[in-house]
């Protein structure tokens, strides 16, 4: 298994609080991307990384922001936590952009806003 | 990147017997991915077909590709208990860093 660890793996809070979700990788691949996955909705890209200090919006990159000061680290930060953002976090990395590099993911971080 | 419609959305079959997922997808695409999720865990990568191939296996995977139809299936041959999970394809056009997208999937069940 590809060396992705997010932490924490389960989180609750409360509405209108700061989180800050950890993925931490030991491949030293370049490419860093945050998911978030819904019932109903599959998979949506949220932000990514393509180098240290490079970062780009996804599909649904609205309340969240994200930070990559070291290859191994890419941070998802919810500045004011909504009910809406309660879901599952994903967190994968990719050696190259080259469409024909696999990704690979980690387990996972479950969120609920209250 | 584009998305990708699995079909069925949900198959449940009986240990040993074979399983057939589909997935359509809209505009020319360079390869498309095939991935599983098994409950609780973050999604793994099964292979990967480029848009010049038309079939590609992986012990008992068989992905087929029909780019005319914009269609690829995924067959699991002799299916286990251990199959059971989501499977979702990504089609890819190529060209850019942001990443794939990701339709609802297909949860195939196995039963014993």
Avoid at chain 1, 100 to 107: A, K, L
Avoid at chain 2, 8 to 20: C, D, H, M, V, Y
């Amino acid at each position: 298994d590809a060396g992705i660890t997010q932490s924490p793996r389960h989180k609750v809070t409360e509405t209108g609080t700061p989180v800050t979700l950890r993925c931490h990788q030991t491949e030293n691949h370049r490419y860093m991307y945050w998911y978030r996955q819904d019932p109903g909705h599959g998979l949506r890209l949220i932000h990514y990384s393509y180098g240290v200090k490079d970062t780009d919006k996804g599909e649904v990159s609205d309340g969240y922001s994200v930070s990559r000061s070291k290859t191994e680290d890419f941070l998802l930060t919810l500045e004011s936590a909504t009910s809406s953002q309660t879901s599952v976090y994903f967190c994968a990395i990719s050696e190259w952009w080259q469409s024909n590099q696999p990704q690979h993911f980690g387990d996972g971080t479950r969120l609920s806003i209250l | 990147s584009q998305q990708g419609e699995e079909d069925p959305q949900a198959l449940s079959i009986q240990e040993g017997e074979n399983a057939t997922m589909n997935c359509s997808y809209k505009t020319s695409i360079n390869n498309l991915q095939w991935y599983r999720q098994n409950s609780g865990r973050g999604l793994v990568h099964l292979i990967l077909i480029r848009s010049n191939e038309r079939e590609k296996h992986s012990g008992r995977l068989r992905v087929t590709l029909d780019t005319s139809k914009k269609s690829s299936s995924l067959l699991i041959t002799a299916s286990r208990a251990a199959d059971t999970a989501s499977y979702f394809c990504a089609p890819n056009s190529g060209g850019g860093a942001d990443g794939l997208t990701f339709g609802k999937g297909t949860h195939l069940i196995i039963q014993p």
